[in-house]
């Protein structure tokens, strides 16, 4: 699914789509393409292979085509633009939007149409961006696949919950699109997929008007072909909005500056196989030997391999606690009236989190900062945590999104993660890379990206 390198040199307005977000920009700047034009340019992707896809939840041609000749006439009058001035991008369906049907990935919201925008989405369209439409969520965005198929293999998950995002992305029916992340949800789909994936630090990126999972855990993420793209629309939507409880007044963190910034020495890696390293598949685990291996021959030293102490041992069971004691709370609406249209594994999820006390609760809660609290002292030695970003390939089969169990330490202590589309199967199916930086250092972790990138191309 990746882009000719051609593509820009013979510009055609038909073959937008094929720009990243970027590129697209630069395009529209110039005057060489029109919003118009970009939009009618995914849609006509979207026309081409979506049926065999199944990214989107709700698309409506004409809003999003209202929205590009607007931008277009904005431009024309000279005024100052955004900075995803006439850039479509998808929006997950449990992130509320004013002009599209917001169901959760479920038949117990159909219909469902919110009055106003998720913040996110109001600063989207602040900057200019074009909604094109809303991507597939699983169910409540948990755990029960949606239609969405991988594009690399339609046999294969493409992951979850944000399986549309990530899909419509690598199937370049988009730019760019947004996504949650609670367990995996993000970078997870970013892996199989094959594309780039960006979970920020805790409570970066607002939440409201988005489905209430898990507070303590809840974080909105990012899809794009291209680290510049993600840098982009990060850049956008790390803003703050006191309607997020759960946010703090921060300065945004700069990402698309930062990002090209010169590293003032050669940077230092750790690898962490987490104690869920039994459950990593060979070819993954052959895959990060040669990936070590190439880095420490091209920079002496670079990455040292570091095991995570017997803390984190209980970590996982701490995540499930939090996770399905938030879900029976802000799921007892859709169980009370809808338990029996729910799929087995979120009604087994939520009888689980029924069952948990305020107190098991309350201590696995506070137990949250001593395994953040240890990960920065580990970032007081290194510059950024390398660790698969999933088991192994997307795995065969639609009937389950794979395990996210490589991501639930940096969801659970709020860590910056970014899925870089590095590795590859036998079978051509796409291993990511998940690189982990600091809580809150969110563009130095873009940075080191960049230069981990730089490194191996070199």
Not at 186 to 214: D, E
Not at 253 to 281: G, K, M, N
Request: hydrophobic content about 40%.
């Amino acid at each position: 699914m990746n882009r000719p390198a051609t593509a820009v040199q013979k510009f055609d307005p038909d073959s937008a789509y094929l720009l990243s977000a970027c590129e697209a920009r630069r395009a529209i700047v110039d005057g060489l393409l029109s919003a118009e034009e970009m939009v009618t340019a995914c849609f006509r992707r979207i026309d081409e292979i979506e049926d065999g896809i199944g990214a989107w939840a709700h698309l409506d041609r004409e809003v999003a085509l209202e929205q590009a000749r607007a931008a277009d006439a904005f431009r024309r009058r000279g005024l100052a633009t955004g900075p995803l001035h006439g850039l479509p991008v998808g929006i997950k369906d449990i992130i509320d939007t004013a002009d599209y049907p917001t169901e959760y990935g479920t038949e117990l919201h159909h219909g469902r149409q919110p009055d106003h925008d998720a913040t996110l989405v109001g600063l989207l369209k602040e900057a200019g961006a074009i909604i094109l439409g809303k991507t597939v969520s699983t169910e409540m965005a948990v755990y029960g696949p949606g239609k969405t198929r991988n594009p690399h293999h339609p046999e294969h998950t493409p992951g979850g919950s944000s399986s549309g995002s990530a899909a419509a992305v690598a199937a370049a029916m988009v730019p760019f699109a947004v996504g949650t992340q609670t367990n995996g949800s993000v970078i997870r789909p970013a892996s199989y997929c094959g594309v780039y994936g960006y979970k920020p630090s805790f409570a970066r990126v607002s939440r409201h008007g988005v489905l209430r999972q898990s507070p303590p855990l809840d974080t909105i993420g990012m899809f794009a072909r291209d680290l510049d793209d993600l840098a982009l629309i990060a850049d956008v939507l790390l803003r703050f909005d006191a309607q997020d409880p759960g946010m703090t007044p921060i300065a945004p963190p700069c990402i698309s500056r930062i990002l090209h910034e010169e590293v003032p020495v050669d940077l230092h890696f750790a690898f962490v196989r987490t104690p869920a390293w039994e459950q990593v598949e060979t070819v993954t685990k052959d895959g990060f030997r040669e990936l070590i291996d190439e880095l420490n021959r091209r920079h002496p030293d670079c990455v040292d391999i570091f095991d995570l102490p017997d803390l984190f041992a209980g970590l996982f069971e701490d995540h499930r606690i939090v996770m399905e004691a938030d879900l029976a709370r802000n799921f007892a609406d859709e169980y009370a009236r809808g338990k029996d249209r729910l799929t087995p594994v979120l009604r087994e999820m939520l009888e689980r989190g029924q069952k948990i006390g305020d107190r098991e609760y309350d201590a696995a809660v506070a137990r949250m900062p001593d395994y953040s609290g240890f990960l920065g002292q580990v970032f007081e030695d290194y510059d950024a945590i390398l660790t698969p970003s999933t088991p192994g390939p997307a795995p065969a089969g639609l009937d389950a999104t794979g395990s996210p169990v490589m991501n639930t330490i940096w969801t659970h202590c709020g860590t910056p993660a970014l899925n870089l589309p590095l590795l590859q199967s036998p079978q051509g199916l796409p291993i990511g890379v998940q690189l982990v930086g600091a809580r809150d250092d969110d563009a130095r972790l873009f940075r080191n990206a960049r230069w981990l990138l730089n490194s191996l191309n070199d």
